[in-house]
Nanobody, 118 residues
Framework: QVQLVESGGGLVQPGGSLRLSCTAS????????MGWYRQAPGKQRELVAT???????NYADSVKGRFTISRDNAKNMVLLQMNNLKPEDTAVYYC????????????WGQGTQVTVSS
């Protein structure tokens, strides 16, 4: 049984930082590309950052220079360090694992709420 469990969300003031973590089980983690996505109320889910097995990260323009994605294959974990948070970063953040080159093999976590507000 595959599980992706996110943690680290919460309430933070503008300009603050949070670190999200996602721990995977039930998959050969090193073979999967990992990503963080977010969904704000009334909006579609959007990509935040991805990191393939080769560790070459990609970011949405809106978070470049503020967010950093990393992975620890020994711990089956992907992290998202979020700095200089803005109110528009408020959303539910989801972890996703997908198995290249098979587009139909992917898994989602349950999501963790991030709220940026003063």
């Amino acid at each position: 049984q595959v599980q992706l469990v996110e943690s680290g969300g919460g309430l933070v003031q503008p300009g603050g930082s949070l670190r999200l973590s996602c721990t995977a089980s039930g998959i050969t983690f090193s073979l999967y590309a990992m990503g963080w996505y977010r969904q704000a109320p009334g909006k579609q889910r959007e990509l935040v950052a991805t990191i393939p097995a080769g560790n070459s990260a990609n970011y949405a323009d809106s978070v470049k220079g503020r967010f950093t994605i990393s992975r620890d294959n020994a711990k089956n974990m992907v992290l998202l360090q979020m700095n200089n948070l803005k109110p528009e970063d408020t959303a539910v953040y989801y972890c996703k694992a997908n198995r290249p080159p098979f587009p139909t093999i992917y898994y989602w976590g349950q999501g963790t709420q991030v709220t940026v507000s003063s």
